[in-house]
């Protein structure tokens, strides 16, 4: 094929953002929808012609294309160039097929939103921008996407911004990432100061002819880490993840779940050889990755806004492909992350799903028995949920199981420990999604018929509300947040969505359940073709799976974490299902824990008090009152005020008395006199 | 044969009793008349220079001081007078709507 | 001894002016304007600065031409001082021809005077004896004295002439002790003969005595730092086109005399008194500037400024003597337009009985009288030193003189001091500009007739010479580097035999 | 015909000839005569100044300038007509003569009261600023330089905003003032000791090491220098004067108040003619440059004012170029020069949409502000992008400039510079904190008070056509740095001290920044060079110097 | 004999002018001035300036003082009262005229040795007179002042009529 194609995939979505961002206001909602399909449906297309090519024989293993360059000065240039290999390729896959998936069920949730094109307009620019971050064959160019899927980000998740919550949380989403950056930034300016390039290739070859070593290199790792963290909501930058579900559910969907916060997973496997060469540095994303998954975990345990929920476990499924990645099994993470792609992002759709046909709320606290009242949903969603929890033959599974397992046998001296929490979270995980299953589809129904209708015209615009309130508690930036009164409209009753909306989440709970398969372990009789196939890329983590005396231990392996994850699911039937006041009277049992958990363990307050307070104090109080209105001005009044008293002087002198002028004169004249008379004595000549 | 030196004192202590009699007196016309003392003490000096010199032009000098003293004393009474007749008075501590 | 009038043509042509201006008054009857004898002064004046001119021509490339058994000596130097003084008073005239309503004012005199006074600075400018000189000197100062208590019926008035008079007779006393001292040390009253005998005198002394007294008597009439005292009050009494006048002519020709003084007669003491200089400069342009921050009285603030602008003129002193003479003479001739022509616009806008004073009188003008705001705000900023004006390239001309001269930190003193003066310049410039805080301009009081077309020539001309003198001034500039050589006297005579 | 020679002189000329003729042109009330006679003319200068890209030679040697014109001016002193650009200058004209019909289109309907005496002045300021960029002898640009004060002075001063105008008016111009006053003395003393104002002779005199002073002496000449030009830009603590004036400038004026006139000085003469100076001074104002950066973020973050925010955040950008160009390295000069062309494209687009929103509310103060994005989408959208150019997002011209200076700064051999780095990287978080946070409270929430009482419009035809230049250009600068980075590039190499040859004569070493010269090969230059002669005397008065 | 002279008027000077100083009424300080003029007429003389000293006699005792005088009269100004305008003529002005005067006569005295002595007897057994002898240079070598001190009264003329007219 020619390898000028790949030009395309980026621009079309980019040429679609031009059309909608434009014109769009004009057109039609109809023709609005059908440009963003196409244009994001072409470039699903070529990726599926890119692989069939890839998987020929005799293909390259990597396809790449040189354009003009970009930045030139002497001495350091970068060009528009892309890469292709195996890697990209899985990237490419999920985001432009599921990406296109919630396109089509975008189109009719959003049917009656306010600024239809706009939406459009944004999910295009985002597909572009992620489409170019995972194509870049230079850190800068994937900085342009990392940065560009930023301000996607920023712009869907305000996209309700007449609401401050929703304005803050976009902002807030887009200042946190930009910590991120800020390490990332420094890592290039690193690179570039110790090689004189940001290509990929250039790097990557000369860091295996000669590693640097030393504190340097670790450096360069961890900073990388540090933006990794960012974009993909780890400890310590996460907290703007639960905030972005102020976005439209298919947003949360598509950036929050499938693609974008996967971008640092990707960075990390991208960079591998630069991870390989510094321990450290894994240990540490391998411990972030641990630590995470597990505090998302135990905050997820407690929420009731169902989209907050899959917010957290969406944080959580993320630490475990950061552990992965720390345990140096990079296609472990990456079949993690495609199969969480399917199973998150159907979670998030069949939850927008059942908020819709609840007329926006979102609370769990308010749903159940829906088994019956919209069934598709149910099954659909009911795929997701054994998937993430690790269900066999789910494709969870299989992706956990690697995950855990490879990180037991990992060479790393906290390997037990990691692997214990990975446990540890994959019983909580399923404990919390089979909660959310059994409150919202099971039990009496608790929602106020009445309120309940629809087609609602903003569904998230209640829920927005609900979390305006939230909001106001919990995030910090927000300033002030009013909740606005509910609007509510003729009764309708609760109905399933139609069919553009279900069929996506037909085709992603297929991709749940069978998704897992092309990962199956040797040990479990597969063949692992997932990670063959992506063996070009990381020529390390095979020897472990290959070994057979290993295969029992595995199987093993797989055994525990079947088991904790139906524990985790029996727990969760007993405490709301069988005996549904148990939870209640655990939380007033230990309610200094509960509220703990509860109020997601103050982060966001300690991050507010103890950061964002402090900056702006010091610049109220200490730049802009003491030095800029002290120092500065003061210096300049002062100099001149005392100019002014020298002119008062002067003034004084002019008393306008002739005798005290001829006075002036004759003391002068003395003065004079002497000066003249005594000067030579003075004067050096 | 008295030292030259002794007439430029004497025109000296002139002189300065004049710089201070125009700092002291408040009446214009005696200011005025200080002047005419301090020009008179230059004189003095000329004339014992022209005689140490046996220069002529040193008189000569003084003639035209005279002269020019003269031509003051016309102007500078007629300002006088013009002064006089708009304050009423001829006290030049009183002479300081001008200042600052 | 030769009494060649040539070298007395353009003081000629004043005084017979003035005399002619004099004979005529008396045949115009009273209660008639006085306007034909300025037109008559106008044209004697033309006619003394074509004589200059053709004094120019003759002087060219050849020695210096003395005349009068030595007392006067016309070379690039004088000629060039008297083109100055002749422009000088001939826009002065221009602009005061309007300038009495009531023939009460005796304008006829006061034509006459302006003629007379310019003739004794001509002499003062071009007289290498200290006789003539002083004589001048007299001439000038008398007229002065006259002319600034010309708006007689005004208190302010008579009080200025009479400081004015005073101290001017007190300075007037120590410059004839100065000369009186030369004479002794030398036994001669003429500039050459005065450095001759320095060189060779027994009691030096006298000769540093000589050179202080000198330096108070003009530093008087030059206005600098400390025997400034007078010039605020005097300005601030007298009549607007005679400040024009007396702020720079009589200057010019003290400054033309100090030059001839110190550096012809008394180089050889120029490490007594450059120091001395120095400090004046300092001190004028410290005070000068400081005394202006905080004026309302918008002719008292420009005549501050006149006094820094004298320290300004003075920090030339301490360059060379090529330099010093040549940056002297440009800067002299740049104050010249820029001052008069300020002190135009002022006739123009506030008239004989100066209905506008105060800052505040003068807000928002530029709304009501915009042409002359923008020519006073022009001649404002030449003051400033913006470049592209004279006033800049003078102030340049004169600091390059010092820090040619070894006085970089006179130089930056003297810069330092500029931005000071910006400030009060300014804020004469944004008053002018801003609108009024209540937009009724009809109520504040403004001097109304237009501007007749003799005034009108006279912005023309000022503004004209200040954007020439800072855009193209080869011409000027080559003159006055011309005149600085010529300043030193070619040949010096015996010195006087000392008494045995 | 070829208009190489004249171009220059062209370019100044106009806006003056411009301005002379609106000078006379009779103000009516309310009409537009003199608004469309400055348009017409800020554009066809506009249209001149395209020759210069046009005819652009990139492969001149390193040090040299074209478009000359060098004629005698003043004999003595020796003052010359020289002008002349080089790759620094030409975009910064091309950028100048961009901006001035935008500023009047900004100004159409603002100044309503006095239009001739506002475009008049607007046009001299225009005069001064190409002057300014285009001078080569240090008289005729020391008087651009100052020239450049009073218009804007009178401007601020009769259309200032509130009733602060008269002060922040002199409060400027003493600012300016002074120092350049400084200023004027280190060029006097520069030509007593060399005895030329010829900014290319000056060059290769200092690169000769020819300029014969005590090392002290230079220093201070070049701090002279370097402190004038600092208070224009401004760095860092010399920023008193930015806060008010920029509250008060009308749009126009505010344009062209900071930035790039004092970077240019900085880069042209004290890197000219003090290329060690100032590497001996780098670390002092690398360290300014990155506390100015977080200095003024984290002053616009607590800003009410949205001018204010602006000044500051002006300080903040302004920053990063002095950051930029002072780590002496070729991506440091680059990406520093490129960013003064960001950084005032950005400021102006700023104010322009500061502007547009005064003009509809009024105010310049947030609090009133909120919820306009419905009411105005296309000011929000403008808003966003330029915003988002600030904020130095990729693609957007900002970025470029922002990391190549930050990256330059990493590799820059000066002390501590990895920790100024890492501070001045901060900025990054800030900037966008208070630039977003600025967009959410003017644009997004509930509607604000003014909004409520004032009924706003969306932008007008004339104001797309002020603001869609600017978003094309930000889109272009950002994706095809390179076409303005190759001009760019001859500066920054030769400054940078790379080349090895850097004129006919003149070699340097790139690790020790010491310079040789060859006479004979010099000399010969000098005979079939115009300059050649000056150089010479030059020369003389250096040796004359070094032998007593 | 000189040296008496000398002291005698020499003295009468001083005396006179410090009559002046302290004398309240105009008349007395004018009158006194005169003492002062008169003794310096006679101590020009001893230095063999006798037409100086007639025409100090003539002008100045004569014609200038009693112009003063007149005047005094025309105004009739009374005693002076000893009013207290100003500090600054006494806290700078009086020291600063000491000091003038202590420079003034510290440079003759050490100049004195240079300076000579009088000998009236040279002078008045001179056979040319004084007077040709000034008459000589006025007409010749300083012919020019002596004709433009005329515009210097034609000034001083115009000036008194321009400021003394009483308007009507």
């Not at chain 1, 005799?58 to 790449?64: D, F, H, N, V």
């Not at chain 2, 004189?43 to 005279?66: C, Y």
């Not at chain 4, 003014?450 to 600068?477: K, Q, Y």
């Not at chain 5, 003759?108 to 007179?129: A, D, I, M, P, Q």
Request: with cysteine.
């Amino acid at each position: 094929m020619n390898p000028q194609l790949l030009w395309l995939i980026p621009i079309l979505p980019f040429a679609g953002f031009l059309l909608n961002g434009t014109i769009g206001r004009k057109l039609p909602r109809a023709l609005v929808a059908t440009i963003a399909l196409l244009f994001t449906l072409a470039p699903a297309l070529i990726v599926v012609q890119l692989w069939l090519f890839m998987k020929s024989d005799g293909a390259p293993l990597a396809l790449s294309v040189v354009s003009c360059p970009w930045i030139a000065v002497s001495g350091f240039s970068v060009n528009f160039a892309f890469t292709v290999d195996h890697l990209t390729l899985v990237m490419l896959g999920i985001i432009t097929g599921v990406g296109f998936l919630i396109h089509i069920y975008s189109v009719s949730y959003m049917a009656h939103e306010e600024g239809y094109w706009r939406f459009f307009a944004y999910l295009n620019l985002f597909m572009f921008f992620m489409l170019v971050l995972v194509l870049a064959s230079s850190f800068l160019l994937l900085f342009v996407g990392w940065e560009g899927v930023g301000l996607a980000s920023y712009l869907l998740i305000g996209f309700y911004f007449t609401k401050d919550s929703a304005a803050n949380a976009g902002k807030k989403a887009f200042i946190v990432n930009r910590v991120g950056d800020f390490g990332f930034l420094l890592a290039m300016f690193l690179l570039i100061a110790h090689y004189g390039s940001l290509d990929f290739n250039t790097i990557f070859a000369s860091i295996a002819a000669s590693p640097l070593t030393g504190g340097l290199f670790t450096a360069i790792a961890l900073l990388l880490v540090l933006g990794a963290t960012g974009k993909s909501a780890q400890i310590p930058l996460y907290i703007w993840l639960p905030d972005a579900m102020e976005g439209p559910t298919p947003v949360s969907a598509l950036i929050h779940a499938a693609t974008m916060v996967t971008a640092g997973i990707y960075m990390v496997a991208r960079c591998h050889i630069l991870f390989d060469h510094s321990p450290a540095a894994l240990t540490v994303v391998a411990c972030i990755g641990a630590a995470t998954a597990l505090f998302a975990a135990t905050i997820g345990l407690v929420q009731h806004d169902i989209k907050r929920v899959l917010a957290y476990s969406t944080v959580s499924q993320l630490g475990y492909m950061f552990l992965a990645c720390g345990v140096g099994d990079y296609s472990a993470g990456i079949f993690h992350l495609m199969t969480h792609a399917f199973f998150k992002g159907l979670l998030f759709l069949a939850a927008g799903s059942v908020i819709h046909a609840l007329s926006g709320e979102q609370d769990m606290r308010n749903m159940g028995g829906l088994r019956k009242r919209i069934p598709i949903t149910f099954w659909t969603m009911s795929a997701g949920v054994f998937a993430i929890s690790g269900i066999f033959p789910f494709a969870g599974f299989y992706s956990k199981d690697e995950i855990l397992f490879d990180t037991f046998t990992s060479p790393n001296h906290l390997h037990i420990l990691l692997w214990l929490v990975g446990l540890v979270t994959a019983g909580l995980t399923s404990f919390y999604m089979f909660r959310l299953w059994f409150k919202t589809f099971f039990g009496t129904p608790r929602f106020d018929e009445h309120t309940a209708h629809g087609p609602t015209h903003a569904p998230d615009l209640h829920a927005a509300h609900l979390a305006a309130v939230h909001a106001s508690k919990t995030s910090t930036l927000v300033l002030e947040a009013e909740p606005e009164p509910t609007h509510t409209a003729h009764a309708h009753g609760v109905h399933e969505s139609p069919w553009l909306m279900t069929l996506p989440l037909v085709v992603l709970a297929i991709l749940s359940l069978i998704g897992g398969w092309v990962g199956i372990p040797e040990a479990l009789g597969g063949h692992d073709e997932f990670k063959h196939f992506l063996s070009p890329v990381f020529n390390a983590g095979l020897d472990i799976a290959a070994n057979p005396q290993h295969f029992l231990m595995e199987r093993v392996d797989a055994g525990i974490s079947l088991l904790v994850a139906l524990l985790g699911a029996f727990i969760a039937w007993y405490a709301y299902c069988y005996k549904p006041g148990t939870a209640a009277a655990l939380a007033a049992k230990y309610r200094r824990l509960y509220s703990l958990v509860d109020h997601k363990f103050w982060v966001d307050e300690i991050y507010g008090r103890f950061i964002i307070t402090p900056i702006l104090v010091v610049s109220r109080l200490l730049l802009n009152g003491l030095v800029d209105g002290g120092i500065i001005q003061g210096s300049a009044s002062s100099l001149a005020a005392s100019t002014r008293g020298g002119g008062w002087l002067v003034r004084r002198i002019q008393s306008g008395n002739i005798r005290s002028y001829a006075g002036w004169l004759a003391a002068g004249a003395a003065v004079v006199i002497a000066i003249v008379l005594f000067s030579h004595h003075t004067l050096p000549h | 044969m008295v030292p030259i030196a002794y007439y430029l004192v004497l025109a000296a202590v002139l002189f300065c009793i004049g710089i201070a009699a125009f700092l002291i007196k408040r009446n214009v016309i005696t200011i005025f008349m200080s002047i005419e003392l301090m020009l008179n003490a230059v004189n003095l000096t000329f004339v014992a220079f022209a005689h140490m010199w046996h220069q002529v032009s040193g008189q000569i000098f003084v003639f035209f001081v005279m002269v020019v003293a003269a031509a003051e004393a016309a102007v500078g009474l007629a300002i006088i007078i013009a002064l006089f007749r708009v304050r009423q008075t001829l006290n030049v501590d009183q002479v300081d709507l001008l200042k600052n | 001894m030769s009494t060649n009038l040539l070298a007395l043509l353009p003081e000629l042509m004043l005084a017979l002016t003035g005399v002619l201006v004099m004979l005529a008054e008396p045949l115009i009857p009273a209660g008639r304007t006085r306007k034909p004898l300025g037109y008559l002064a106008i044209l004697g004046t033309a006619a003394s600065g074509l004589a200059a001119l053709y004094q120019l021509r003759i002087v060219d490339g050849s020695a210096p031409l003395t005349a009068f058994s030595g007392t006067i000596q016309i070379d690039a130097f004088s000629v060039f001082f008297h083109l100055l003084i002749a422009s000088i008073v001939l826009v002065t005239l221009l602009a005061s021809l309007d300038y009495f309503e009531d023939p009460i004012t005796h304008a006829g005199e006061y034509f006459a005077l302006v003629c007379f006074g310019a003739t004794g600075m001509m002499f003062m400018t071009s007289s290498v004896e200290l006789l003539m000189v002083f004589i001048g000197l007299e001439i000038s100062s008398i007229s002065t004295y006259i002319l600034a208590g010309f708006r007689k019926g005004r208190a302010t008035a008579s009080e200025a002439a009479i400081k004015y008079f005073l101290l001017g007779s007190f300075a007037t006393a120590f410059f004839l002790y100065g000369i009186a001292l030369c004479f002794g040390a030398t036994g001669s009253t003429s500039i050459a003969a005065i450095a001759a005998g320095l060189a060779i005198t027994k009691t030096p002394l006298l000769g540093w005595l000589a050179v202080a007294m000198v330096l108070i008597g003009l530093g008087f009439k030059v206005s600098a730092a400390p025997f400034h005292v007078w010039t605020p009050d005097v300005y601030q009494g007298a009549p607007a086109p005679v400040v024009g006048l007396m702020s720079t002519a009589p200057k010019a020709a003290a400054f033309a005399v100090l030059l001839r003084f110190l550096f012809n007669a008394t180089p050889m003491y120029r490490d007594h008194w450059v120091l001395m200089i120095a400090i004046l400069a300092v001190a004028s342009m410290t005070i000068g500037n400081l005394g202006a921050l905080l004026q309302s009285d918008v002719k008292r603030l420009l005549a501050y400024s006149s006094i820094a602008h004298a320290g300004y003129l003075l920090v030339a002193f301490t360059g060379t003597q090529r330099d010093a003479v040549s940056t002297a003479c440009f800067y002299t001739a740049a104050y010249a337009a820029m001052n008069v022509g300020a002190f135009v616009v002022l006739t123009q806008l506030s008239g004989f009985d100066e209905k506008l004073r105060t800052l505040d009188d003068f807000t928002g003008l530029a709304l009501k009288r915009p042409v002359l705001s923008a020519i006073f705000a022009f001649f404002l900023l030449s003051l400033i030193g913006i470049p592209f004006t004279g006033g800049f390239f003078g102030k340049f001309y004169v600091f390059s003189a010092a820090v040619h001269g070894g006085y970089t930190w006179l130089a930056i003193v003297g810069l330092a001091n500029s931005g000071v003066a910006c400030f009060y310049y300014l804020r004469l410039l944004a008053a002018l500009y801003a609108r009024p805080a209540t937009d009724t301009l009809a109520d504040t009081p403004t001097h109304n007739y237009r501007v007749t077309a003799p005034a009108a020539l006279a912005l023309a001309a000022t503004a004209a010479a200040t954007l020439v003198l800072g855009i193209l001034p080869n011409r000027v500039l080559h003159l006055t580097q011309r005149a600085a050589p010529t300043t030193t006297i070619a040949q010096a005579p015996t010195a006087p035999t000392t008494p045995q | 015909m070829n208009f190489d020679p004249i171009i220059l002189t062209l370019i100044i000329a106009t806006p003056l000839a411009g301005a002379i003729l609106l000078a006379f042109i009779p103000e009516k009330e309310g009409s537009k005569t003199h608004a469309i006679g400055a348009l017409l003319i800020s554009l066809f200068t506009l249209l001149l100044t395209l020759h210069l890209p046009a005819h652009f030679n990139y492969h001149a040697a390193p040090r040299t300038f074209q478009f000359e014109q060098n004629l005698s001016w003043i004999p003595s002193p020796n003052i010359r007509y020289h002008l002349g650009v080089d790759g620094l200058s030409m975009w910064l004209i091309v950028l100048a003569a961009f901006l001035a019909p935008i500023g009047v289109l900004a100004s159409w309907n603002v100044i309503s009261t006095r239009t001739k005496l506002f475009y008049t002045l607007f046009l001299l300021q225009q005069v001064a600023m190409l002057g300014i960029f285009a001078a080569l002898d240090l008289f005729l640009y020391y008087g651009f330089w100052e020239l450049s004060l009073v218009p804007i002075t009178l401007l601020i001063a009769t259309f200032g905003r509130t009733e602060n105008r008269r002060r922040a008016a002199i409060k400027f111009f003493l600012y300016a003032f002074i120092p350049s006053a400084i200023l004027l003395v280190a060029i006097l003393w520069l030509y007593n000791l060399t005895g030329t104002f010829d900014l290319p002779t000056l060059q290769a005199l200092a690169l000769s090491h020819h300029l014969a002073a005590t090392p002290t002496a230079l220093l201070l000449c070049s701090i002279a220098f370097l402190v004038a030009f600092a208070v224009k830009v401004p760095v860092f603590p010399l920023h008193g004067w930015l806060q008010d004036a920029v509250a008060e400038a009308p749009t126009a004026a505010v344009m062209v108040l900071a930035g790039k006139l004092g970077l240019y000085s900085i880069l042209r003469f004290s890197f000219g003619i003090f290329p060690d100076q100032s590497r001996h001074v780098a670390p002092v104002l690398i360290a300014l440059g990155a506390i100015g950066i977080v200095y003024g973020s984290l002053i616009a973050l607590i800003k009410t004012d949205l001018k204010k925010l602006a000044a500051f955040s002006t300080l903040a950008h302004a920053s990063f170029v002095i950051l930029g160009i002072f780590t002496f390295t070729i991506i440091g000069l680059d990406g520093g020069v490129f960013q003064i062309l960001n950084e005032s494209l950005i400021g102006a687009a700023f104010f322009v949409l500061l502007g547009l929103l005064y003009e509809r509310y009024g105010t310049y103060d947030m609090r009133d502000y909120g919820g306009l994005a419905t009411r105005h989408p296309w000011m929000v959208t403008m808003f966003v992008i330029t915003v988002l150019a600030a904020a130095g997002l990729p693609m957007l011209n900002g970025f470029v400039g922002e990391f190549l200076i930050l990256s330059g700064s990493m590799q820059s051999i000066f002390a501590h510079h990895i920790f100024w780095t890492v501070l001045a990287a901060t900025g990054v978080i800030f900037g966008a904190s208070y630039l977003l946070w600025m967009i959410q409270r003017v644009f997004y929430g509930k509607l604000g008070v003014r909004p409520e009482e004032v009924r706003g419009w969306d932008l007008t035809a004339r104001e797309h056509l002020e603001l869609w230049p600017f978003a094309a250009l930000f889109l272009l600068m950002g994706i095809a740095s390179p076409f303005w980075m190759r001009a760019i590039d001859t500066y920054g190499a030769a400054t940078a001290g790379k080349v090895v040859e850097i004129a006919p004569g003149w070699y340097k070493n790139t690790e020790t920044n010491a310079y040789t010269v060859n006479n004979q090969e010099l000399g010969r230059w000098c005979l079939d060079h115009p300059g050649g002669c000056r150089v010479s005397i030059g020369f003389h008065v250096a040796a004359s110097k070094e032998a007593r | 004999m000189e040296i008496a002279l000398f002291l005698i008027f020499g003295l009468l000077a001083v005396a006179g002018a410090l009559n002046l100083l302290f004398q309240r009424h105009p008349i007395n300080s004018a009158l006194s001035l005169v003492v002062v003029m008169m003794s310096l007429a006679v101590l020009y003389w001893s230095l063999g300036a006798e037409f100086l000293a007639a025409a100090q006699v003539i002008v100045y005792a004569g014609a200038v003082m009693v112009l003063f005088i007149f005047v005094v009269m025309l105004l009739n100004a009374g005693e002076e009262e000893r009013s207290h305008g100003s500090k600054i003529a006494y806290i700078a002005g009086i020291p600063g005229a000491a000091a003038i005067f202590c420079l003034l006569s510290f440079v003759f005295l050490s100049e004195r040795s240079h300076l000579g002595f009088t000998n009236l007897g040279g002078y008045l057994s001179s056979t040319v007179s004084n007077i040709s002898e000034i008459s000589h240079t006025l007409f010749t070598s300083l012919l020019l002042p002596f004709e433009v001190t005329s515009i210097l009264i034609l000034v001083a003329i115009l000036g008194a009529v321009v400021l003394a007219r009483k308007e009507l």
